[in-house]
């Protein structure tokens, strides 16, 4: 029987009781000096008696207790970090098998989550400057759905990205693309699509704020979907901007992750971002491989990019497309000159917001009244404070331009980047409108080297300079599947498919439709653990 070892829950952090002492005159003066205020000895005693008393409505906060999500009523494994010949592409952060109800539509299906997504009993490690000893005491809402549906959990998969100290922006070794050892898998859900193609899980949950499933799904040869903003409750998962979060499933076929997204959609009532009547049916009941009537919309700028596009990658999306064209979609070009600009709208919300919610915010801010996890808020905070250059190069560059840009210009950016990510939504409408999908390469570049030299320029070029057609839709919210289409020089290409809002059913129905026309692709998967093995086991020279 599995058992649940006591040892891995997270106790309150030592220095969190009790508001404390109300400040003195000397600490609040510093506090005014800051807020660039000049207080006389009159106002500044006034002002401490006042502060001291308003400090009472916090006292009676520490005898109050939130109705929290409760810790799993049901006995679990705390599982174990993964062994080296179970691991060669360095996929997994954890492994465990937490066994689900005895029927449902996940019965005897293995499914994986993203180290940054909480399983209760489990340890954390997803990136964030959150220490290696936090357990969170209860389960993600996905985690709970994936259950509920008869799933078993079979481990936690490796967040790309997670520390600094072998200077290639990690702690542990970083993932390896299952066709190439000496390509980066992709994004930071990059450890999701080694697992698939290992054969070790069946269908796994990552994240994606700006392109961190369909990227991983393009280059390491996989279906990943970032749904409708929102569609799928964030609730127990680290968050980086909340107006960027999604999460969402990755699998080796497009039904897969129609079932998955089936099982974890809708409101929980937690996340304060999702529709209050959302509500959601079979996505499978649409993949029907059925094109006729379908109009696809072939987006110009998403084809040619300066400095990025290959010529074999536009190439084998371009090809993807004819397929669909034979397959019965008519099928048009169109252009949203706008989409060009959308990585540097997409780069001003990022950065600024990820710095107040993740490193000043320490995962939670204010105006937010959907669930906190009050423990795992805590630990990031101490974590941050007391082990700041565990924070990967691409943390501390966002930290720096974020701190930056708020000391110099405000949120003057941030703000006018979300207007100007409202009108980019629009205009994709404005075509979404006339057509059923957007198609255009998930990323106009092969898998990447994941040789680095070790500098801070290098790993953040790496990590952020293949967003390009990815982190437009991020901002705006559209459901976007990536989808295997091509091989070109031994590495998969991804074809993404880009519906409205809340019309998840047609990317999935198009892209589902696509994979039978597609077949089998022309180089065999790497889908058997031991072919994977000898390939990720080869050193990187």
């Not at 003066?29 to 009472?56: D, H, N, P």
């Not at 040869?221 to 960027?244: H, S």
């Not at 840009?405 to 990510?421: D, I, T």
Request: glycine residues 12%.
């Amino acid at each position: 029987m599995n058992t649940f070892d006591e040892r891995f829950l997270s106790d309150r952090p030592e220095g969190t009781p009790g508001s404390g002492e109300p400040p003195t005159p000397e600490e609040l003066a510093k506090i005014a000096g800051g807020l660039g205020l000049s207080l006389t000895a009159e106002q500044l005693a006034e002002y401490t008696a006042l502060v001291a008393r308003g400090m009472s409505a916090y006292a009676r906060l520490d005898e109050l207790n939130p109705v929290s999500p409760a810790f799993p009523g049901r006995l679990r494994d705390p599982g174990r970090a993964p062994r080296t010949d179970e691991d060669p592409c360095h996929g997994w952060a954890w492994r465990c098998s937490i066994r689900g109800a005895s029927d449902g539509p996940l019965a005897g299906r293995r499914v994986a989550v993203k180290d940054n997504i909480a399983v209760a009993g489990l340890p954390m490690r997803p990136g964030a400057p959150l220490p290696e000893s936090f357990v969170p005491r209860a389960d993600a809402t996905v985690v709970t759905r994936l259950l509920d549906a008869g799933a078993e959990i079979v481990g936690k998969t490796a967040a790309f990205g997670a520390g600094a100290e072998d200077g290639a922006g990690t702690a542990a070794p970083e993932p390896r693309n299952p066709y190439a050892p000496d390509r980066l898998p992709g994004g930071t859900s990059g450890g999701n699509a080694v697992v698939i193609a290992a054969g070790q899980a069946d269908l796994t949950l990552g994240t994606d704020h700006g392109g961190s499933i369909r990227v991983p799904a393009a280059w390491s040869g996989c279906v990943g979907l970032k749904p409708t903003f929102a569609l799928v409750p964030y609730t127990g998962i680290v968050p980086v901007e909340r107006t960027l979060d999604h999460v969402g499933p990755m699998a080796a076929t497009v039904a897969d992750c129609a079932l998955l997204l089936e099982v974890t959609a809708g409101g929980d009532g937690l996340d304060s971002r999702q529709r209050i009547d959302l509500g959601v049916g079979s996505f499978r009941g649409f993949l029907d491989g059925d094109l006729g009537g379908v109009r696809v919309a072939v987006l110009r700028e998403g084809f040619g990019i300066p400095g990025v596009s290959e010529p074999d990658v536009d190439a084998a999306a371009l090809d993807a497309v004819d397929s669909l064209a034979a397959g019965g979609a008519r099928v048009e070009e169109v252009s949203v000159p706008m989409h060009r600009d959308g990585l540097a709208i997409w780069n001003a919300i990022a950065v600024q917001g990820a710095t107040d919610l993740a490193m000043r915010g320490d995962t939670t801010t204010t105006n937010w009244d959907g669930h906190v996890d009050l423990d795992m808020m805590e630990r990031h905070r101490l974590g941050r404070l007391e082990n700041p250059q565990a924070l990967s190069p691409a943390l501390v560059f966002t930290a720096l331009l974020g701190t930056y840009m708020s000391q110099r210009h405000g949120h003057r950016y941030y703000a006018k980047a979300q207007n100007l990510a409202r009108e980019l939504r629009r205009q994709y409408t404005s075509v979404l409108e006339r057509f059923d999908v957007l198609a255009l390469p998930t990323v106009g570049m092969k898998a990447v080297s994941r040789r680095t030299d070790g500098s801070a320029t290098q790993i953040v070029d790496r990590m952020l300079g293949n967003l390009h057609n990815t982190a437009p839709f991020s901002m705006t919210g559209n459901p976007a599947l990536s989808i295997p289409c091509a091989f070109s020089e031994g590495l998969p290409v991804g074809l993404m498919l880009v519906g409205r809002p809340y019309d998840d059913e047609a990317v999935l129905r198009v892209g589902h439709a696509y994979e039978r026309l597609r077949g089998p692709l022309s180089r065999a998967a790497a889908s058997e653990p031991a072919d994977l093995a000898s390939v990720c086991e080869r050193p990187v020279s």
